[in-house]
């Protein structure tokens, strides 16, 4: 049999265009490309697609490190309020705090479809946007429901609205309040159809915020991917089967997009898994079994309390996209530290930066570190262990204990140490996957 071939020229101008593509994508972003398929792309809230990056963008490295770094306290503030289901988060006096998550996807909602860039968050369930007309919303950007023919108010006897917090009825239209970091919204419960990537998603349930409050609320909208009754998953199940992979890009490189893949299709094939434990008081987050952490060859001496999974005070671990930071309650991020700083070597100067109290002025010679989940050991390699100063001056240990003052019995595995892996989140098989993947 002969196989037809392409000529040479043909093929190596074919190869030098995808080389050209790919390089120049490396520096300047396709902000305004559509999405395709189930795939969406993802983009760092700094990101130059991104109108939410500072618009002071001279923070130094510093700077924009202990804004993240405070944007994360937030943050845990937020899930130990979900662990012991405190329905206000409470908020340190007298600092603003931010707690807006760190990824933004583009999503379609109405007919004719108006695109919203939306916050993507692992540990929530709900889809909200604001509507035109609201009072206090934080962007002038908003979805006009008028002008969409498919949107409609959900009804106070929809089955949906004995699923939102503390719904109301005005009049015959369901409507409900929810506390998000420090801030509150008031919001319609409605349906319009969303379109992510290709896929149109009819009637789906979110909230058409009328009036907020607070400087934490994403400017575009959330879109929640948690487990719970209302998230993307729950809404999608005859589409996307509860099953979606993201691979997030690096902060250090800004100009880069991520991709989070909807369904089963396209999914890897060689990657590992642990299972996923079920919180049945808090649904929407996703636990593993982390049983050890490993520096260098030497599995680290951790209390097993510090790891217990319980139902009850919500302690365990979980995997979240929102923290940029990985947090280990006390005992464990200790006993890592020490180990870590016993490798780099005990001679060098250890300094401290914010909250990182690891860190070095001087070039080290790093240590892996290996999570070690049931049925899956994840090592990370230094891109996702250290922040490093432009300037190469200082390095740090980018991981932290958790906030004593919360009590916190949660480990969060958060995405700094996610980034440039696929994290497959498969529900039907009650599984998390992990796979080495550049993405940036
Ligand atoms: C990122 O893209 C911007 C233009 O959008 C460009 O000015 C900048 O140099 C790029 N940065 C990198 C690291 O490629
Ligand atoms: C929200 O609900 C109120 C009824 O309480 C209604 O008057 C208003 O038009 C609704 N707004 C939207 C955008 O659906
Ligand atoms: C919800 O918020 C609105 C507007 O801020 C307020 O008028 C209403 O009383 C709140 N409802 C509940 C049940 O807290
Ligand atoms: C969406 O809702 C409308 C009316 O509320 C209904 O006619 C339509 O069948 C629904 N579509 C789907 C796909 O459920
Ligand atoms: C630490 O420094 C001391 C004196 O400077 C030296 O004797 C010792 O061998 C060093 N230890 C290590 C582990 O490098
Ligand atoms: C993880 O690594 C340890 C050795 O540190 C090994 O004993 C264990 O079998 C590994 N687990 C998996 C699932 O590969």
Redesign the pocket.
Not at 47 to 61: E, I, M
Not at 66 to 84: E, H, I, P, T
Not at 314 to 319: E, K
Not at 381 to 395: F, K, R, Y
């Given at each position: 049999m002969k196989t037809p071939q392409l000529p040479l020229s043909i093929l190596l101008s074919f190869l030098l265009l995808l080389l050209l593509s790919t390089s120049s994508q490396a520096q300047t972003p396709k902000c305004s490309v559509q999405d395709q398929g189930s795939t969406l792309e993802v983009f760092h809230i700094y990101s130059p697609c991104s109108p939410f990056r500072p618009s002071t963008p001279s923070l130094s490295w510093e700077e924009s490190i202990l804004q993240m770094q405070q944007k994360d306290q937030a943050r845990l503030q937020f899930l130990s309020s979900l662990v012991v289901r405190r329905s206000v988060v409470p908020v340190a006096s007298g600092r603003q705090i931010i707690q807006s998550p760190t990824y933004i996807l583009r999503a379609k909602i109405g007919t004719p479809p108006q695109t919203l860039l939306m916050a993507m968050d692992t540990s929530n369930d709900a889809a909200w946007v604001p509507c035109s007309g609201c009072v206090g919303c934080p962007s002038s950007v908003a979805f006009a429901s008028a002008e969409s023919t498919?949107y409609?108010n959900l009804p106070c006897k929809s089955p949906q609205c004995s699923q939102v917090s503390n719904p109301t009825c005005g009049g015959w239209a369901c409507l409900f309040n929810v506390t998000y970091g420090s801030s509150t919204i008031a919001a319609n419960l409605s349906?319009d159809t969303f379109t992510l990537a290709s896929d149109p998603i009819?009637?789906y349930t979110f909230g058409c915020i009328q009036k907020a409050t607070g400087s934490s609320l994403p400017p575009q909208g959330l879109l929640g991917l948690g487990r719970g009754p209302l998230s993307l998953l729950s809404q999608s199940q005859n589409l996307y089967k509860s099953t979606f992979s993201y691979c997030l890009p690096s902060f250090k490189s800004l100009n880069f997009s991520g991709s989070l893949r909807l369904g089963p299709t396209g999914q890897p094939l060689r990657i590992k898994y642990t299972p996923l434990l079920k919180n049945p008081r808090r649904s929407s987050l996703y636990y593993v079994n982390l049983v050890a952490i490993r520096v260098g060859r030497k599995i680290v001496d951790i209390p097993p309390s510090a790891f217990a999974f319980n139902p009850t005070t919500g302690s365990g671990t979980i995997f979240d996209s929102g923290t940029v930071f990985t947090r280990l309650v006390a005992p464990a991020y200790t006993a890592v530290r020490d180990e870590f700083r016993r490798r780099v070597g005990r001679n060098l100067t250890v300094t401290s930066l914010g909250g990182f109290d690891t860190c070095y002025s001087v070039p080290i010679v790093v240590p892996t570190l290996t999570f070690m989940f049931s049925g899956m050991n994840v090592t990370l390699p230094a891109d996702n262990l250290l922040i490093h100063s432009t300037a190469g001056s200082i390095t740090c240990l980018a991981m932290a204990a958790s906030p004593g003052d919360l009590n916190s019995v949660l480990n969060v595995i958060a995405s700094m140490q996610q980034q440039n892996h696929r994290v497959l989140y498969d529900l039907p098989n009650s599984r998390l996957g992990v796979a080495r993947e550049r993405c940036s």
């Amino acid at each position: 049999m002969k196989t037809p071939q392409l000529p040479l020229s043909i093929l190596l101008s074919f190869l030098l265009l995808l080389l050209l593509s790919t390089s120049s994508q490396a520096q300047t972003p396709k902000c305004s490309v559509q999405d395709q398929g189930s795939t969406l792309e993802v983009f760092h809230i700094y990101s130059p697609c991104s109108p939410f990056r500072p618009s002071t963008p001279s923070l130094s490295w510093e700077e924009s490190i202990l804004q993240m770094q405070q944007k994360d306290q937030a943050r845990l503030q937020f899930l130990s309020s979900l662990v012991v289901r405190r329905s206000v988060v409470p908020v340190a006096s007298g600092r603003q705090i931010i707690q807006s998550p760190t990824y933004i996807l583009r999503a379609k909602i109405g007919t004719p479809p108006q695109t919203l860039l939306m916050a993507m968050d692992t540990s929530n369930d709900a889809a909200w946007v604001p509507c035109s007309g609201c009072v206090g919303c934080p962007s002038s950007v908003a979805f006009a429901s008028a002008e969409s023919t498919t949107y409609k108010n959900l009804p106070c006897k929809s089955p949906q609205c004995s699923q939102v917090s503390n719904p109301t009825c005005g009049g015959w239209a369901c409507l409900f309040n929810v506390t998000y970091g420090s801030s509150t919204i008031a919001a319609n419960l409605s349906q319009d159809t969303f379109t992510l990537a290709s896929d149109p998603i009819p009637n789906y349930t979110f909230g058409c915020i009328q009036k907020a409050t607070g400087s934490s609320l994403p400017p575009q909208g959330l879109l929640g991917l948690g487990r719970g009754p209302l998230s993307l998953l729950s809404q999608s199940q005859n589409l996307y089967k509860s099953t979606f992979s993201y691979c997030l890009p690096s902060f250090k490189s800004l100009n880069f997009s991520g991709s989070l893949r909807l369904g089963p299709t396209g999914q890897p094939l060689r990657i590992k898994y642990t299972p996923l434990l079920k919180n049945p008081r808090r649904s929407s987050l996703y636990y593993v079994n982390l049983v050890a952490i490993r520096v260098g060859r030497k599995i680290v001496d951790i209390p097993p309390s510090a790891f217990a999974f319980n139902p009850t005070t919500g302690s365990g671990t979980i995997f979240d996209s929102g923290t940029v930071f990985t947090r280990l309650v006390a005992p464990a991020y200790t006993a890592v530290r020490d180990e870590f700083r016993r490798r780099v070597g005990r001679n060098l100067t250890v300094t401290s930066l914010g909250g990182f109290d690891t860190c070095y002025s001087v070039p080290i010679v790093v240590p892996t570190l290996t999570f070690m989940f049931s049925g899956m050991n994840v090592t990370l390699p230094a891109d996702n262990l250290l922040i490093h100063s432009t300037a190469g001056s200082i390095t740090c240990l980018a991981m932290a204990a958790s906030p004593g003052d919360l009590n916190s019995v949660l480990n969060v595995i958060a995405s700094m140490q996610q980034q440039n892996h696929r994290v497959l989140y498969d529900l039907p098989n009650s599984r998390l996957g992990v796979a080495r993947e550049r993405c940036s």
